[in-house]
């Protein structure tokens, strides 16, 4: 395979916590704020599938965020995200999960932000919530520090702490006391204390769902959080940290050569932008064009497009919405008859069926109807998939694998017969557990359909599979004079 290198490796670092809740990803949206605004270039990736935040770094950063699952990626996979992330970016900051030990499984380090920092060499800044504590803080210090075996943390910031009166800025009375102590207990010091935040922190959860929109944020708190990290972290000592991250080699510095320019049109507004944003990374490194698109607003796809990518949607918000637009739902299924390429995935897919219910037993909304049946919401509960194609189709020959995540919210009942398009399912997805899920429908040569939410990154080879079945043909599809 042709490969390409991207040049240098630039300064990371991991902001982790002792465990979930403690604020970390406030503490990094602040950051990744207030650096923007200074002009740094900044990179984001999660740790795990939180979906959610990275479509918020997304905003702040104006890059796409990556995301490090170690259930869906490899080592060497890994590599090649952190690779790709950097591209272009000065610094690359990286969320982490749940606690810094909290592994994949009960007692097991794998997948958890220790295990990915010493994997890739990367320092990690803890996060503590201190509220509550006092001399006691140093117990829990003591522990952090001494089950660092490899020495990742490299900085500890507190969280919540209380101001007194006459506190301002970085001059707090509650942290001179709690660094005091842990001078005469010979532990690390608190680099920096955030207090209590003045605002109610909207942060979204880390579980990834699509019935209801939670990265919809004012700018307002982005700027608060900004301010308000700023004047208690010192963000030179966080660059300064990030430096120390061992740079990555050579090797892992090429990735796959690009391919011949396309244009792939992607589902992107309101309702439509779940999904791992390394798909469209990749698929803007291989050689697309990505054009956006509102299946809200939109009456034609854009022009000259040769593949359309629906992603995950929020379907429960703006279904009613979304089914009067006759239109678009047109327009999308003419280019899937004149043979353009198309991939959707999560309740983007449920968009595409003949029609799909916003509860069960109530009513039927119209759909596009290129996947010939309903789609009706199920009980949900997010799961690791890995999907391995049966048939050759725009995303690879048989036996391609893709991992990625179930959130379990949608399926399909009652195919359609006769004259209609037939429902093909080309892939077998099963969970860690050995369990068979509903798999990924192929009703037309070109197209590729799944519930499930896919990460190119485990597999790169997908992306150049769609990205080389959308440069076949470009079509117009649309009666627009002007180009999207």
Same mark, same amino acid.
């Given at each position: 395979?042709?490969?390409?290198?991207?040049?240098?490796?630039?300064?990371?670092?991991?902001?982790?916590?002792?465990?979930?809740?403690?604020?970390?990803?406030?503490?990094?949206?602040?950051?990744?704020?207030?650096?923007?605004?200074?002009?740094?270039?900044?990179?984001?990736?999660?740790?795990?599938?939180?979906l959610h935040q990275g479509l918020?770094?997304?905003?702040?950063?104006?890059?796409?965020?990556?995301?490090?699952?170690?259930?869906?990626?490899?080592?060497?996979?890994?590599?090649?995200?952190?690779?790709?992330?950097?591209?272009?970016?000065?610094?690359?900051?990286?969320?982490?999960?749940?606690?810094?030990?909290?592994?994949?499984?009960?007692?097991?380090?794998?997948?958890?932000?220790?295990?990915?920092?010493?994997?890739?060499?990367?320092?990690?800044?803890?996060?503590?919530?201190?509220?509550?504590?006092?001399?006691?803080?140093?117990?829990?210090?003591?522990?952090?520090?001494?089950?660092?075996?490899?020495?990742?943390?490299?900085?500890?910031?507190?969280?919540?702490?209380?101001?007194?009166?006459?506190?301002?800025?970085?001059?707090?009375?509650?942290?001179?006391?709690?660094?005091?102590? &842990?001078?005469?207990?010979? @532990? %690390? $010091?608190?680099? *920096? +204390? #955030?207090? =209590?935040?003045?605002?109610?922190?909207?942060?979204?959860?880390?579980?990834?769902?699509?019935?209801?929109?939670?990265?919809?944020?004012?700018?307002?708190?982005?700027?608060?959080?900004?301010?308000?990290?700023?004047?208690?972290?010192?963000?030179?000592?966080?660059?300064?940290?990030?430096?120390?991250?061992?740079?990555?080699?050579?090797?892992?510095?090429?990735?796959?050569?690009?391919?011949?320019?396309?244009?792939?049109?992607?589902?992107?507004?309101?309702?439509?932008?779940?999904?791992?944003?390394?798909?469209?990374?990749?698929?803007?490194?291989?050689?697309?064009?990505?054009?956006?698109?509102?299946? &809200?607003?939109?009456?034609? @796809? %854009? $022009?000259?497009? *040769? +593949? #359309?990518? =629906?992603?995950?949607?929020?379907?429960?918000?703006?279904?009613?919405?979304?089914?009067?637009?006759?239109?678009?739902?047109?327009?999308?299924?003419?280019f899937v008859d004149s043979g353009?390429?198309?991939?959707?995935?999560?309740?983007?897919?449920?968009?595409?069926?003949?029609?799909?219910?916003?509860?069960?037993?109530?009513?039927?909304?119209?759909?596009?109807?290129?996947?010939?049946?309903?789609?009706?919401?199920?009980?949900?509960?997010?799961?690791?998939?890995?999907?391995?194609?049966?048939?050759?189709?725009?995303?690879?020959?048989?036996?391609?694998?893709?991992?990625?995540?179930?959130?379990?919210?949608?399926?399909?009942?009652?195919?359609?017969?006769?004259?209609?398009?037939?429902? =093909?399912?080309?892939?077998?997805?099963?969970?860690?557990?050995?369990?068979?899920?509903?798999?990924?429908?192929?009703p037309s040569a070109q197209s590729?359909?799944?519930?499930?939410?896919?990460?190119?990154?485990?597999?790169?080879?997908?992306?150049?599979?769609?990205?080389?079945?959308?440069?076949?043909?470009?079509?117009?599809?649309?009666?627009?004079?002007?180009?999207?």
């Open positions: 395979m042709n490969v390409t290198s991207i040049g240098r490796s630039v300064p990371r670092v991991i902001i982790g916590g002792v465990s979930s809740g403690v604020g970390k990803s406030l503490i990094m949206t602040g950051i990744v704020s207030h650096l923007r605004q200074q002009g740094v270039g900044v990179s984001c990736c999660v740790v795990g599938s939180a918020i770094y997304n905003r702040l950063s104006r890059r796409y965020s990556h995301t490090l699952d170690r259930t869906l990626l490899d080592a060497d996979r890994v590599f090649q995200t952190l690779a790709q992330a950097q591209i272009g970016a000065e610094l690359l900051l990286m969320d982490g999960r749940g606690g810094m030990y909290d592994g994949s499984a009960p007692g097991d380090l794998f997948g958890s932000d220790a295990d990915l920092a010493a994997l890739t060499k990367t320092p990690l800044v803890l996060v503590v919530d201190v509220e509550g504590f006092s001399h006691s803080i140093a117990a829990l210090i003591k522990g952090y520090s001494e089950f660092d075996t490899k020495g990742v943390i490299q900085g500890i910031i507190a969280n919540r702490i209380p101001m007194l009166e006459g506190d301002s800025g970085s001059s707090n009375q509650t942290l001179r006391a709690l660094n005091e102590h &842990l001078d005469t207990c010979g @532990l %690390p $010091r608190f680099m *920096g +204390g #955030v207090p =209590v935040a003045p605002f109610e922190s909207p942060i979204p959860p880390s579980v990834c769902s699509q019935y209801e929109n939670v990265t919809s944020i004012a700018r307002d708190f982005f700027l608060d959080a900004a301010s308000l990290v700023s004047q208690h972290i010192n963000l030179e000592e966080i660059q300064a940290i990030a430096a120390l991250a061992e740079p990555i080699s050579e090797s892992h510095l090429q990735l796959p050569a690009s391919l011949a320019n396309c244009r792939i049109a992607v589902a992107e507004d309101s309702c439509f932008n779940i999904g791992y944003q390394d798909n469209l990374a990749w698929l803007s490194y291989l050689g697309a064009e990505l054009v956006p698109f509102s299946p &809200l607003t939109d009456r034609e @796809l %854009p $022009r000259r497009i *040769g +593949g #359309v990518y =629906v992603t995950g949607a929020y379907l429960h918000s703006y279904g009613q919405e979304l089914s009067k637009n006759e239109s678009i739902r047109n327009a999308l299924a003419r353009g390429a198309l991939f959707s995935e999560g309740a983007g897919t449920a968009f595409l069926c003949k029609s799909f219910q916003l509860k069960v037993g109530g009513p039927s909304l119209p759909g596009v109807g290129i996947v010939p049946a309903e789609a009706v919401p199920t009980p949900h509960e997010q799961t690791v998939i890995a999907a391995s194609m049966v048939e050759d189709t725009i995303l690879g020959p048989p036996g391609t694998v893709i991992r990625g995540i179930s959130t379990g919210e949608w399926n399909v009942r009652g195919m359609m017969v006769g004259n209609e398009r037939s429902l =093909v399912n080309v892939s077998r997805i099963t969970a860690p557990d050995g369990r068979s899920l509903s798999g990924a429908f192929s590729v359909s799944t519930f499930h939410l896919l990460h190119f990154g485990s597999n790169p080879e997908v992306a150049r599979a769609f990205v080389h079945a959308a440069s076949v043909k470009p079509i117009t599809g649309s009666s627009q004079e002007e180009e999207n």
